[in-house]
């Protein structure tokens, strides 16, 4: 008798096993598959698998072993075990084995906490997520979204910091401003309320720059030491308009108050990034904006 | 007959490619600010024992490079033979998955760098320690002339401060004896290649005193990160390193590439925390700021940036200076220009450097080529221009050419990693994100084919059969469709590494694919991510104007390099390349050709123990990039190397 498969096209069996693999969308044993194949494809077991194997080979569909049995699946097992993670770790810090759990489709995964550690490793690398070591009372590490606010770790360390004003009956204050260059922090000069006008009214043209000089300097401390302030992050923060902004930018670099950097590669740019950059008439955009010599303290 | 005429141009020079070798004019004016910022924070790591940061921001073309030239000449003078700091200078053209490895090895040819006084840096810097530990208080100065004295001068006695020196640093068993080496210059290559990171053969260790095999499994970016924060603390309290990091930009591979930046942030960070001897100076270009600010984390970014500081493109009045002081550092030139004390530029029209600045903000370099061409015209001659794409063009040949001769075989996994990404990108942009965790260094995608690409350029036999050993015992699961072993042509399975070969054989048996790209597609790799890193950097420039990446990348893809195209095929190709099944042939006429350079077929055929002329005349003819034939008679094989390197000595 001949063999009621051989009629059947490798290409379209193969079809048909990627086709069921995309609807059942979870990691699935060879066997159970076969199950899911309409009649006509139910071919033997054991090359169901050879065609399985081909098909990992190609790329076309996944292997997962989580154990002896293995599995098959249309989607790559640690990129969705990564995105399911991601997802279960909104606004939440999970331990390893609660992230287990959350990944579906994949069998065998909640058994164990090395697939977690693992798939965590470069989404951890790439600062798309963060380790939170035990704090407190807390005897396991957790992951999370936000990297971990630094408070519940320097509890000890406050109270020793407490201990030492006591000590020297010093004002906490005094223990900071000792401690901050001891961390190599610098101190932000305190911002200073703008100058009482003397007599006359403010002249209208004055107070965009006002703000966008403010500006600097709140969104960067250390602007006043003349470092480079993102023209982006200026925008955003200053309640001007577009043209209004622009235009103030351009003429407080004119009158020497502020020094422009432009952006070399502007076409490297989508249409939206070069709207937020300010452009002037020869066609040139700016990126960052310094506080000119001499104008440190404006 | 014009008296310029037989005067070299002084605008010749504008671009400081490293901080080591600095422009011979400098205006120090120009850029004090950030100068000082510099020196300031210096002298705050040297008396506070403290890491500090600072950060420089600058349109392309504006200094940066030259500031850390400015920064090496001031602090690396010697003072009563006394060298102040170690001053490192990296640029940071690789992958971030190297980066570690690739500031070690900049950091090791730095540290092994002569000074003024012709002593290393490494040698100040033990002649340094050894003088703090003398209880007879003799200075740095008597330490300097020991540690600098002939070997056979040195005693047990030096070997023995040495021992306390390594003991008092806390430094790494390895690291201390390779230092040894060093200073008592014994093995004076295998030690500076130990230095740099690279893998050694069995016997090159031994002569160092280490196992023949390197210890354990090591990650090679913890091994890396562990000497250099070894060598931060060998230099001591008291003695900052400086280490500057130049073309941050070039660790991008294309410009959303977030992971370049967040690893330097990662890199910066972890040294600033893990030292307090450590002077951190970063540059990078205006433009990648805000991708900067967003691409790293805040608590890394707070402690590279501590100082910030901006390299403004220059006003008009800077311009003028540094335009003169380039023109009176020509001894000739300077008699000349007396003869017109009205004119600061003589014989360039100041009022032509001024219409430079009715368009934009200029910077330096810009203001350095425009000279150039005005020095041309007033000694009567015309500066050719040349478009871009032709610039392009013969950048490329340079660095293709510089490539055939310094392109060590050490570098090919550097190479390899940070090229093949650009030139997936510039074939088919679907490079995936590596998988080094699974035994794989890179993937390359085509459609629904996944490539597992994997590195293998080890000297170390031993290495490399237990590399093999892990491919053949937990073959990499992430339903590749081919996997592939790249080795470098110019490395050799020896006969005597038996093991390795019959593991290489199994894996070829289970359709691994070995692919040893040749010399010249090695040295075009390398032409490809440095041309692309110095357009990122803003340092490719023609006539001072900087030609951007994305004009680069065009002209590489439309002009690509036909061996690189044939690479790339070979890698992610379908086709299936028929040489494989000489493998052993092929690595045992290396071998040979490695020792001997020139023989007779005859002669090698009989060292091989073959019994077949022909297969080994046929392996060599299908292999015209490796050997050459000469049919003789007598035929006669040869190692073959590209005509620039064989022109040398």
């Known amino acids: ?298 | 007959m014009n008296p310029l005429s037989a005067l070299d141009n002084p605008f010749r020079q504008n671009i400081v490619a490293d901080a080591w070798r600095p422009a011979e004019v400098d205006v120090p004016e120009i850029h004090r600010e950030a100068f000082e910022t510099c020196d300031r924070a210096y002298e705050l790591v040297k008396s506070g024992r403290m890491s500090r940061s600072v950060f420089l921001h600058g349109p392309a073309g504006s200094g940066k490079t030259h500031l850390l030239g400015r920064l090496q000449k001031h602090l690396t003078q010697t003072r009563d033979d006394l060298l102040p700091c170690i001053f490192v200078s990296v640029r940071l053209q690789t992958s971030p998955r190297m980066i570690w490895r690739h500031v070690r090895r900049r950091f090791a040819e730095d540290l092994l760098r002569p000074v003024a006084d012709g002593a290393t840096q490494i040698q100040h810097l033990i002649a340094g320690r050894l003088a703090g530990m003398d209880t007879k208080k003799r200075s740095t100065s008597n330490w300097l002339q020991w540690v600098r004295a002939q070997p056979v001068r040195k005693t047990e006695k030096f070997e023995h401060n040495l021992d306390q020196l390594a003991r008092g640093a806390g430094l790494d068993h390895e690291l201390f004896q390779v230092l040894k080496n060093v200073l008592l210059d014994r093995h004076r290559n295998d030690a500076r290649n130990w230095l740099m990171g690279d893998n050694l053969t069995e016997s090159s260790r031994k002569e160092l005193g280490l196992s023949e095999q390197p210890p354990g499994d090591l990650d090679q970016e913890t091994l890396a990160q562990e000497v250099i924060l070894n060598l931060c603390r060998l230099a001591g309290p008291g003695r900052p390193v400086v280490l500057c990091f130049d073309q941050i930009e070039a660790l991008q591979s294309h410009p959303e590439d977030r992971d370049g930046l967040f690893r330097f942030g990662q890199v910066g960070a972890t040294l600033f925390n893990s030292t307090d001897n450590l002077l951190l100076i970063s540059c990078i270009q205006s433009a990648l700021m805000d991708n900067l600010k967003s691409a790293i984390r805040d608590a890394d970014y707070d402690r590279i940036t501590q100082e910030a500081k901006v390299l403004n493109p220059l006003t008009y009045d800077q311009a003028v200076r540094l335009a003169a002081c380039r023109l009176e550092a020509e001894p000739i030139l300077k008699k000349l220009r007396a003869e017109h004390p009205d004119s600061p530029t003589w014989p360039l029209e100041t009022e032509e450097i001024k219409t430079l600045f009715q368009s934009r903000p200029c910077p330096a370099r810009k203001v350095i080529a425009a000279c150039d061409t005005l020095f041309e015209q007033a000694r009567g001659r015309q500066v050719p221009k040349i478009d871009d794409q032709t610039f392009i063009e013969k950048e490329f040949q340079r660095l293709r050419e510089a490539a055939l001769k310094q392109t060590p075989p050490d570098e090919t996994d550097e190479n390899l990693t940070h090229a093949l990404p650009l030139l997936a990108e510039m074939i088919e942009p679907t490079l995936l994100p590596s998988a080094a965790s699974s035994g794989v260094d890179l993937l390359v995608g085509r459609s629904s084919r996944t490539v597992g690409l994997v590195l293998a350029n080890h000297r170390n036999m031993t290495s490399l059969a237990a590399r093999l050993r892990r491919l053949e015992e937990k073959p990499p699961d992430l339903g590749l469709s081919r996997l592939v072993l790249i080795r470098d042509s110019r490395l050799p399975i020896k006969r005597t590494a038996k093991v390795t070969r019959e593991r290489l054989a199994g894996l070829q048996a289970k359709g691994l694919r070995l692919v040893q790209p040749s010399i010249q597609v090695l040295a075009a790799l390398k032409a490809l991510r440095t041309i692309l890193s110095e357009a990122k950097s803003g340092d490719l420039a023609n006539a001072g104007v900087s030609i951007g990446p994305k004009t680069v990348q065009e002209w590489l893809a439309a002009n690509l390099d036909e061996s690189l195209r044939v690479f790339f095929e070979d890698l992610v190709g379908s086709t299936t390349v028929a040489s494989e099944k000489d493998t052993d042939l092929l690595q045992d006429i290396a071998e040979e050709l490695e020792e001997h350079f020139i023989l007779p077929l005859a002669d090698l055929d009989r060292n091989l123990g073959h019994d077949s002329l022909e297969r080994i005349e046929d392996a060599v003819r299908r292999h015209p990039d490796r050997f050459g034939l000469l049919a003789g008679p007598p035929s006669v094989l040869f190692l073959y190397a590209p005509p620039d390197l064989s022109s040398g000595d």
């Open chain 1, 1 to 298: 008798m001949s063999d009621p498969y051989s009629d059947i096209d490798q290409m379209s069996v193969r079809t048909v096993i990627e086709s069921a693999l995309r609807r059942l969308n979870r990691a699935t044993a060879a066997n159970t598959l076969r199950k899911q194949l309409p009649r006509s494809y139910q071919i033997p077991l054991e090359e169901l698998k050879k065609h399985l194997d081909e098909l990992v080979r190609a790329g076309a569909i996944h292997k997962w072993q989580p154990d002896q049995t293995i599995y098959y699946a249309a989607f790559d097992p640690e990129a969705a075990a990564r995105r399911q993670m991601l997802a279960a770790m909104a606004g939440r810090r999970l331990s390893a084995r609660e992230l287990a759990v959350k990944v579906k489709g994949l069998p065998g995964y909640s058994k164990t906490q090395k697939y977690v550690k693992e798939h965590l490793k470069p989404v951890l690398a790439t600062g798309q997520a963060f380790l939170h070591p035990p704090a407190g009372r807390e005897k396991i590490a957790r992951y999370a979204i936000e990297p971990p606010p630094p408070g519940p770790y320097l509890t000890k360390i406050v109270k020793e910091i407490q201990a030492v004003g006591l000590k020297l009956n010093q004002p906490l204050e005094t223990v900071y401003q000792a401690l901050r260059p001891m961390l190599g922090l610098s101190f932000p000069k305190p911002l200073q309320p703008p100058p009482p006008e003397t007599g006359t009214l403010v002249r209208s043209h004055q107070e965009p720059e006002r703000l966008i000089l403010a500006g600097m300097v709140k969104i960067e401390p250390k602007a006043r030491q003349r470092a480079l302030v993102s023209l982006r992050d200026l925008r955003r923060s200053v309640d001007l308009s577009k043209e209004q902004f622009d235009k103030t930018v351009l003429d407080l670099a004119r009158t020497g108050k502020v020094v422009l950097h432009y952006h070399d590669y502007p076409s490297s740019l989508s249409e939206t990034e070069r709207e937020e950059l300010v452009r002037d008439s020869l066609g040139t955009y700016y990126i960052g904006i310094v506080l000119g010599e001499g104008h440190e303290s404006s």
